[in-house]
């Protein structure tokens, strides 16, 4: 399993920002993803998952509104799309397979970081 | 949204000795607990599902217990690997919830 994400960005704030997740070695539309994202120093904030399969998502209340998750299963990847960045939302955004038998994420990808300045 | 409060948020021990790291869920969860280790500019990493199974290739010295609402994570014999934040995550509700962590230092 391998979950290859997009490069750093630097957004202001008002912006919005792409990061994708590449999925390889397995059947994509087989393991939901997870997006979570940490902020400096902070901890683990959970942001919503995606099941590939039949697109269903669903969102943390704290994102709702702000977060889309989306998949293309020709290609494989897995995309979080967030609106109206603040400083806030400067964060390393991870997308995260979930195993069917732990409930947890199973095999994550490298962390995209995301800046957002003025 | 189910709230998870670890304790304590950080310690200190010696080589050698037992660690132990709780999670007390705000409502039943029954055992959907997971514990994740996160190392100083890593990824985090699934160590323990369902509240005391070990993920494959976790060494034995780190254990699970618990169900309902109390969990807890422990290191028995810390080592300087170890040195890492700690972070419990329920799955019983699909609205994930984390706790904060705890940071784990050798002193």
């Known amino acids: 399993v391998q979950l290859v994400q997009s490069g750093a960005e630097v957004k202001k704030p008002g912006a919005s920002v792409q990061v994708s997740c590449k999925a390889s070695?397995?059947?994509?539309?087989?393991?939901?993803i997870h997006w979570l994202r940490q902020a400096p120093g902070q901890g683990l904030e959970w942001m919503g998952w995606?099941?590939?399969?039949?697109?269903?998502?669903e969102y943390a209340h704290n994102f709702q509104g702000r977060i889309t998750l989306t998949r293309d299963t020709t290609m494989t990847t897995a995309r979080m799309d967030l609106r109206s960045l603040t400083s806030d939302d400067t964060a390393v955004y991870y997308c995260?397979?979930?195993?069917?038998?732990?409930?947890?994420?199973?095999?994550w990808g490298q962390g995209t970081l995301i800046t957002v300045s003025s | 949204d189910v709230q998870l409060t670890q304790s304590p948020t950080s310690l200190a021990a010696s080589i050698g000795d037992t660690v132990t790291i709780t999670c007390r869920a705000g409502?039943?969860?029954?055992?959907?607990l997971n514990w994740y280790q996160q190392k100083p500019g890593q990824v985090p990493k699934l160590l323990i599902y369902?509240?005391?199974t070990l993920e494959s290739g976790v060494p034995s010295t780190f254990s699970g217990a618990g169900s309902g609402t109390d969990f807890t994570l422990t290191i028995s014999s810390l080592q300087p690997d170890d040195v890492a934040t700690y972070y419990c995550?329920?799955?019983?509700?699909?609205?994930?919830?984390f706790g904060q962590g705890t940071k784990v230092e050798i002193k």
């Open positions: 995550q329920q799955s019983y509700t699909t609205l994930w919830t």
């Open positions: 409502q039943s969860i029954s055992r959907y």
């Open positions: 369902e509240a005391s």
């Open positions: 070695g397995y059947t994509f539309t087989d393991y939901y």
């Open positions: 995606i099941d590939p399969h039949s697109g269903d998502t």
């Open positions: 995260g397979q979930m195993g069917k038998v732990t409930s947890g994420v199973d095999s």
